[in-house]
C-alpha cells in the first residue's frame, strides 16, 4: 500500500512545524474529512470509560502537548482517589518556551522553533517549576476569551534568532523572552491563595496534586531501532531530546489495554492529517482502500459506519515515518474503550479542540490507526504488564 499523502498536506505539516499556521488550521483542515451520518452508522459500546475531566479549548495555539499532558495528570489523580483540579495548561507552557529557547540559544539556533512540545514537557515543568491551578493563571489578558498565540509567538522567534546571532550574551536575554510571555501571557504567580491556603507553584504541585514524575515512562515503536532499548525519538517538537523505550508495534496497543484494563488512562501524541481521521464525525480508522483510489462516493462514505480496515505492519509504519507521512501534529488522551456493531474495538480518545465534533470533545480511534501513526505514548509504569517491564528494564 501506498500511503504517501499529497504534496498538499506535506506542505501544510511543515508550515505547522514553522508556525506559520497555527492550531485552528489544522482542525479546519480536518473540517473536510466528514460523511453526513457518521453517528448514526456507528453504534458503539462502552466496554472501559475511565474517570477524566472536562472538554478543554486550547483556542489558537499549538498547546495540544499541555492540554493532554495536564489532561493525563488530573486523571491521575482521580485514579489515585484525589479530587481532581484543573491545572494551568499555560503555567507549563510559559515555562516549556522558556527552557525551549535556552536549548535553541545553547544550540546556537540549531533546532526547530514552535508552540509545539511532548508529553513528558508537562511531566519536565512539573519537575523543575511546579504546577498552578487554572483558575490563577489563565493566560488570557483581558477581553480575551480563548488562547491566541500567534502574535507572541511570532515576537518570541524573532527575538531568539535575533540573540543567537551575537557573538557575546548576557543574561538579559531571558529577561527580554519572559517579558514578552509576561505581556501576552501575564506573569506566572509565585504564591497564591488556594482554598484558604497559601500555595507556591512547587508547594501547590506537591501537595494538591501529588505524582511523582519518576513514575511516569514514554514509550514509541519504531523497527529501525533496537527494540526493549531507550532511544531519542528524532522529531522537531522533542527538542529535550527526551529518550523513550522502544517496543514492538503491536506492544503499542497490548500496553494501552493493559493500562486500561487496570485503571491508567494513556497519554497519545500522534499524526491526525490523514484524510481517514475526521474531527467533525469523531473517528480514526485505517480504509482497506487507499483514500486517493476511492470513488468520490466511496470518499463521501467513507464515515458512515463501519468498513473493512488494513491491517498495519511494522514496515509500514516504519515507511511512513521515514517519508514523513506520519508526523508529530497532536496529543490527546486515551480514556477508555468501546466496541462498535462489529465488535471492532475502538480507543476513547478525550481531545483539546472543545466540544464542536459528533461526540462533544471525544473521538473514536481503532487500533490499527493507533498502530499505524502513533508517535508516542505516556503512561506510569505500574500500568506496564510485568513482561513488558521486564522487557525494558523497569
Known sequence: MNWKKSFYIASFLVATSTLTFAQDNLINALKNNVSDNSKQGFIFTEVINLANTSIKDQGSS??????????????????????PVEISQIFTAYYTYLEKAKTFVQLHGKQAQGEGGQLHDVLTIYRKYGAVPQEIYTGLREG??????????????????NIVKEKKLTPNWQLAVTGVMDAYLGVPPKSFQYNGKTYTPRTWADQVIGINPDD????????????????????????????????????????????????????????????????????????????????????????????????????????????????????????????????????????????????KGYMYATKEFVKFKTLSILLHKNALQKEIKSKLGI
Open 62 to 83: 499549538g498547546t495540544c502537548w499541555s492540554y493532554s499532558g495536564n489532561s493525563f495528570l488530573e486523571s491521575e489523580m482521580i485514579r489515585m482517589g484525589k479530587k
Open 144 to 161: 480575551q476569551t480563548r488562547n491566541n498565540f500567534s502574535e507572541m509567538s511570532n515576537i518570541l522567534h524573532g527575538m531568539t534568532e
Open 216 to 359: 511516569y515512562v514514554g514509550i514509541s515503536s519504531f523497527k529501525a531501532y533496537e527494540y526493549h532499548k531507550p532511544f531519542t525519538l528524532l522529531i522537531p517538537d522533542n527538542w529535550s531530546f527526551e529518550r523513550f523505550y522502544n517496543v514492538k508495534m503491536n506492544e503499542i496497543t497490548e500496553v494501552i489495554d493493559n493500562a486500561l484494563v487496570n485503571g491508567y488512562t494513556v497519554a497519545w501524541a500522534t499524526d491526525v492529517s490523514e484524510k481517514f481521521f475526521s474531527w467533525k464525525n469523531g473517528v480514526a480508522f485505517v480504509p482497506e482502500k487507499e483514500f486517493e483510489k476511492m470513488s468520490a462516493a466511496e470518499q463521501g462514505d467513507l464515515f458512515n459506519g463501519p468498513k473493512p480496515e488494513a491491517q498495519i505492519t511494522e514496515d509500514m509504519r516504519q515507511a511512513a515515518y521515514d517519508n514523513y507521512s506520519t508526523t508529530d501534529d497532536h496529543g490527546m488522551h486515551i480514556v477508555g474503550l468501546v466496541k462498535d456493531q462489529n465488535g471492532k474495538e475502538y480507543y476513547i480518545v478525550k481531545n483539546s479542540w472543545g466540544a464542536s465534533n459528533d461526540y
